[in-house]
């Protein structure tokens, strides 16, 4: 099974989710459904196998600096910790240490097509131009 997996700055808080099903992510957080101030929503991915993004969600952890990130320093981060999923779940192992990634993950997609998106209130944008008021 593949989903989503996308990050939400919520009030003052960094939130990592998966989704089934991005439109509804979407209506929940940027349509008002949830009632809750969202200033910056970043797609990292949409076609991650489960396991991995629940991985990655249980082991989310912000960063220093992360509200002046780019597309290029998600890309970074999401990089490392798929890194360290392989790692820990021995699928590195499994491919034969080809470094290789699975799914599609912030921006790079197989056939190199380019999928990241910062996403806040004031509408769509990559490498953070989409970014919200602070706060």
């Given at each position: 099974?593949?989903?989503?997996?996308?990050?939400?700055?919520?009030?003052?808080?960094?939130?990592?989710?998966?989704?089934?099903?991005?439109?509804?992510d979407v209506a929940w957080w940027l349509e008002g459904v949830s009632g809750q101030r969202v200033s910056r929503?970043?797609?990292?991915?949409?076609?991650?196998?489960?396991?991995?993004?629940?991985?990655?969600?249980?082991?989310?952890?912000?960063?220093?600096?992360?509200?002046?990130?780019?597309?290029?320093?998600?890309?970074?981060?999401?990089?490392?910790?798929?890194?360290?999923?392989?790692?820990?779940?021995?699928?590195?192992?499994?491919?034969?240490?080809?470094?290789?990634?699975?799914?599609?993950?912030?921006?790079?997609?197989?056939?190199?097509?380019?999928?990241?998106?910062?996403?806040?209130?004031?509408?769509?944008?990559?490498?953070?131009?989409?970014?919200?008021?602070?706060?």
């Amino acid at each position: 099974m593949k989903v989503g997996l996308y990050v939400c700055r919520v009030r003052e808080e960094w939130k990592m989710v998966l989704s089934l099903d991005v439109r509804v992510d979407v209506a929940w957080w940027l349509e008002g459904v949830s009632g809750q101030r969202v200033s910056r929503w970043l797609m990292l991915g949409r076609e991650l196998p489960l396991s991995q993004a629940t991985w990655m969600v249980e082991n989310f952890e912000v960063e220093r600096g992360m509200d002046q990130w780019g597309e290029e320093h998600w890309q970074v981060y999401i990089q490392r910790k798929l890194e360290k999923y392989e790692r820990a779940s021995g699928e590195l192992e499994a491919r034969g240490g080809d470094g290789g990634q699975s799914g599609d993950y912030c921006g790079k997609r197989r056939g190199g097509g380019r999928d990241a998106r910062v996403v806040s209130r004031r509408g769509v944008g990559s490498s953070g131009a989409g970014r919200g008021p602070a706060g």
